[in-house]
């Protein structure tokens, strides 16, 4: 990996919506604001259209809902619209790309970090969900691998090596 190099990148539109939206939908679980869940129908319906935004949306939706029900611990996500991304967000995005490049080790790696095993499969199938919707409207997340998610003291490059 290129040192600055990001494997997800918000500048990149199937990356973005991943991130955003679960950023937003985790804000609407920890606030209990509804507008945050409106936040995430605008977004979509903005860079998708109403038509297209549908499918991906409630895929998005059931994903987010795994993190937050089954999460080890509360995710680490940055504001709304903040070009950064934390591990926890990088690796949201990347459970999904993993998925739709049907990379099942990389998946269940990054499952097991995030989640409990209680939500392992749950969460594994609403990823490849989402995956799977964002796919039908031919839009990709950029591709990862164990390498590059090379983050400072990753946990999860830790837990690949022990095994």
């Not at 040192?3 to 990149?12: E, V």
């Not at 995030?114 to 969460?123: E, I, K, M």
């Not at 998610?149 to 830790?158: I, R, T, W």
Request: with cysteine; hydrophobic share 45%.
């Amino acid at each position: 990996m290129k040192p600055g190099h990001q494997a997800i990148r918000m500048s990149h539109k199937p990356d973005r919506l991943v991130v955003e939206g679960v950023r937003r939908c985790l804000s609407g679980y920890a606030t209990k604001d509804h507008g945050c869940w409106e936040l995430v129908l605008k977004l979509f319906e903005a860079e998708l259209g109403r038509t297209k935004a549908r499918h991906p949306l409630s895929d998005l939706s059931f994903y987010a809902r795994d993190l937050h029900l089954f999460g080890k611990q509360a995710m680490c996500v940055f504001p709304y619209g903040c070009p950064n991304l934390c591990q926890d967000e990088c690796l949201v995005a990347a459970l999904v790309s993993a998925s739709q490049a049907g990379d099942t080790d990389v998946a269940a790696a990054i499952a097991q970090f995030l989640v409990q095993d209680v939500g392992l499969a749950s969460t594994i199938h609403s990823a490849n969900a989402l995956a799977g919707a964002l796919m039908e409207i031919d839009l990709q997340l950029s591709p990862v691998s164990l390498e590059e998610l090379q983050l400072a003291e990753c946990p999860l490059k830790k837990l690949i090596q022990k095994h």
